[in-house]
């Protein structure tokens, strides 16, 4: 399988099953629209006939038989290697958490997907027992995986930042028992940030996400108190103190656009310009009758803002600044394991969820939703069905994925959006392949001139 497209001037060759990518001539790419495996010694004289009144007659055939080289040599039309691998390591070690530490939160996001907070089971605080028997959890299931991740979240997990520090402490003794360790993260709005909060998450965090929408108008709109004020001037303010104290360690703003900011690319470039350098903002997953929605009608208006983006990206990129995008973020030589690319996130089977009563979910997304608890840290039960279910939701379970040649980047999509908008989690949802799939085309455009660059 092949996928090719014109972007910003360029004619882009992707061969699907190897990752190759080429940037070609007017020819090839007229070439490959007429023809394809299994090939005859010699170009076809009726596709000839046709590209002899565009291109020269021997350049025709002379592509051509450069074209059947390649396919030869198993760089275009390269076969599935993939698809043998897809229920390998289905019994997978649980490594990665998400902890909601706090199931409420001081900010009343219009669009927030766990109900401003609470996730539909009223506001709530994870108490420090059922913490513990979180982490006891993950290192008892993580068999003889090393290491391991831990990512605070809710809510606001610094409405809860006492318990949050306990529970830090108390897993960094018991994984020295088990000769483990654990990767802390955080998710926060930023709004409780103070120095002495600051200091701990970068003592303790290898990652944190910072959330903000971009530009001030767009985020009060959508982001405010509980008592309706903007939140962006606390947020930038303290944003601006925490990032610099980070030193090499990571984090990322990340924003969500909607349907009143489709010019998102304006706050990728705000964001940028407050001296943040990391940077994801991320399209709205709602219902389509809300006001803010994002329905398939803006997608040739989202499609071309990734265009204005990339383009952004470049030229900041050509002045030898630095900035990372999250979603143009792509390693063309390596990439993720086979696993990884036919799995993707591994919710339900490597990552779950646990919330402040300890019910254990297959990913933060599912928490709420009855039907997928998997058990209770409390009372140390746990469905293996269930878990068994997940690892088994591959690209080759998915029909619209078997077919796509995003498939290997995005790994199947999101199984929790898939289930929400689709009812089932082997279902793709349309509206955010769209919008994956033009992400991607930028990025692998992106990566390619890059590797032309160093290469000159």
């Known amino acids: 399988m092949i ?68 396919y030869k040599d ?73 290491y391991l991740e831990l990512d605070f979240f809710g809510g606001e997990p610094l409405m809860n930042y006492g318990v949050v520090k306990e529970i830090v402490a108390y897993a960094r ?13 955080m998710t926060t709005n930023g709004m409780l940030l103070t120095e002495e909060k600051m200091e701990f998450i970068n003592d303790e ?18 982001r405010p108190r509980v008592d309706g004020s903007g939140s962006y001037d606390r947020i930038v303010e303290n944003f601006k103190k925490f990032v610099p104290m980070r030193g090499d360690k990571d984090y990322y703003v990340r924003g969500t656009y909607t349907k009143y900011n489709l010019d998102f690319s304006e706050d990728v ?41 990339a383009d952004k990206i470049s030229k900041i990129r050509s002045e030898g600044k630095f900035i990372n995008f999250f979603h143009f973020m792509l390693d063309l030589d390596a990439g993720p394991c086979a696993i990884k690319r036919l ?29 997928f608890k998997m058990g209770n840290v409390n009372d140390g039960t746990f469905n293996y069905d269930m878990k068994n279910e997940f690892a088994h939701a591959h690209i080759y379970t998915k029909p619209d994925c078997i077919k796509c040649w995003a498939k290997f980047f995005c790994s199947g999509g999101c199984n929790a959006n898939n289930y929400l908008y689709t009812g089932d989690i082997h279902t793709s949802y349309k509206l955010a392949c769209e919008i994956q799939k033009k992400r991607l085309e930028c990025a692998i455009l992106l990566k390619a001139l890059e590797k032309m660059d160093t290469a000159e």
Request: proline fraction near 4%.
């Open 3 to 70: 996928h090719k497209y014109k972007l910003s001037g360029y004619n882009v060759l992707l061969d699907v099953n190897s990752n190759g990518v080429h940037i070609v001539d007017d020819l090839t790419y007229d070439l490959l629209d007429n023809v394809a495996p299994p090939f005859e010694e010699k170009c076809p004289e009726g596709v000839l006939n046709k590209l002899s009144k565009l291109y020269d007659r021997t350049e025709v055939e002379e592509c051509y038989a450069e074209i059947v080289e390649l």
């Open 74 to 146: 198993q760089i275009l039309f390269s076969e599935d290697d993939y698809e043998k691998y897809a229920n390998t390591s289905v019994a997978s070690p649980i490594k990665s958490m998400c902890l909601h530490v706090s199931h409420d939160c001081n900010l009343r996001c219009k669009y927030c997907f766990a109900s401003t907070g609470d996730f539909g089971g009223g506001r709530m605080l994870m108490d420090l027992e059922t913490g513990k028997k979180a982490i006891d959890f993950l290192l008892k299931m993580s068999a003889e995986r090393k």
């Open 173 to 185: 003794e018991e994984e020295k028992k088990v000769d483990k360790h654990i990767r802390f993260t």
């Open 205 to 222: 965090m290898s990652n944190v996400v910072l959330s903000i929408d971009g530009r001030k108008e767009v985020n009060d709109r959508m």
């Open 269 to 309: 470039m705000h964001l940028y310009e407050l001296g943040f350098d990391q940077i994801s903002v991320e399209p709205v997953t709602a219902d389509p009758k809300m006001p803010y929605a994002i329905t398939d009608g803006d997608l040739p208006k989202i499609f071309k803002e990734y265009e204005i983006l």
């Open 343 to 371: 799995k993707g996130c591994g919710s339900g089977n490597e990552y779950v969820a646990v919330s402040p009563d300890g019910y254990i979910y297959p990913c933060h997304q599912f928490v709420g939703i009855d039907k």
